[in-house]
C-alpha cells in the first residue's frame, strides 16, 4: 500500500480480556517495528522484525505481550489478559533494509487501546 | 543506555514568531538524529533526519542541527503559523543497535493566530 496501514484505530476493551492490533507495512519494507506510546509518556520501543531472522524482543514489557509477522509483511501484536496500564497508542512503523538512509521509518496512525 | 531529553515540554507563541525546540542525548555514538511532527490522534511524520556525519538539514522554514559532540540538536522554526502546531520529536539511532529508535518525550508547540 501507499502507506503503513493499521487497525483497529480504535479499540475499547475491558480488563482481562485478549486483544490483537494488525500493522500492514509498507510494500517492499522488511523491516517492522512496534513502539507504544502511553499518555505523557515518549515512545517506547516493543519489537523489531526484519527479514527472516528472528525478531528483537526486548521491548515487550511482558510475557502477555507477543507479535507474529506472517509471510514477512503483515504483523499482529497481541496483548493477553489486557490491563489498565496496557492502554496507549500502539504505533507500527516500516522501512526498507538496507535503508538507502539508516532509521528512516515510515509510520502508520497507531490504534488506541483503551483498556477499562 | 541512550537518553534523549527535550526541552521545553510545551511551547507557546503568537504567529509569526521564530522559535527553537531543543534535543539532547547523552550516547554521542549515534547513526543519525530525525524530527517528527505528531498532530494529534495521528501517526509520526518525519521532518528532517540528518546523519552522524551533517552539521544539518533543511526543509522550508524547518532547519534541524546536529552537534555530536556535544550531544545537541535542535530543530529551528521561521515565521512560525497556526499549522504548526503540533508536538515535535527528536529521536536518535545509536550505532550497530539495528534500526531501533530512541525518542525524546518530545515538544508540544501552539502557535496562536
Known amino acids: 500500500g501507499a502507506g503503513v496501514s493499521q487497525s483497529p484505530s480504535n479499540k475499547v476493551t475491558e480488563k482481562g480480556k485478549d486483544v490483537e492490533l494488525r500493522c500492514d507495512p509498507i510494500s517492499g519494507h522488511t523491516a517492522l517495528y512496534w513502539y507504544r506510546q502511553s499518555l505523557g509518556q515518549g515512545l517506547e520501543f516493543l519489537i523489531y522484525f526484519q527479514g527472516n531472522s528472528a525478531p528483537d524482543k526486548s521491548g515487550l514489557p511482558s510475557d502477555r505481550f507477543s507479535a507474529e509477522r506472517t509471510g514477512g509483511s503483515v504483523s499482529t501484536l497481541t496483548i493477553q489478559r489486557t490491563q489498565q496500564e496496557d492502554s496507549a497508542v500502539y504505533l507500527c512503523?516500516?522501512?526498507?533494509?538496507?535503508?538507502?538512509?539508516?532509521?528512516?521509518?515510515?509510520f502508520g496512525e497507531g490504534s488506541r487501546l483503551t483498556v477499562l | 543506555k541512550q537518553e534523549v531529553t527535550q526541552i521545553p515540554a510545551a511551547l507557546s507563541v503568537p504567529e509569526g514568531e521564530n522559535l527553537v525546540l531543543n534535543c539532547s542525548f547523552t550516547?554521542?555514538?549515534?547513526?543519525?538524529l530525525q524530527w517528527f511532527r505528531q498532530d494529534p490522534g495521528k501517526g509520526l511524520t518525519s521532518l528532517l533526519l540528518i546523519q552522524s556525519s551533517q552539521r544539518e538539514q533543511t526543509s522550508g522554514r524547518l532547519n534541524a542541527s546536529l552537534d555530536k559532540s556535544s550531544g545537541r540538536s535542535t530543530l529551528y522554526i521561521a515565521a512560525s503559523q497556526p499549522g504548526d502546531s503540533a508536538t515535535y520529536l527528536c529521536?536518535?539511532?545509536?550505532?550497530?543497535?539495528?534500526?531501533?529508535?530512541?525518542f525524546g518525550g518530545g515538544t508540544r508547540l501552539m502557535v496562536k493566530p
Open positions: 512503523a516500516s522501512s526498507l533494509q538496507p535503508a538507502s538512509v539508516p532509521g528512516e521509518l515510515f
Open positions: 529521536a536518535v539511532i545509536r550505532d550497530n543497535a539495528g534500526n531501533m529508535l530512541t
Open positions: 550516547d554521542s555514538a549515534i547513526y543519525n
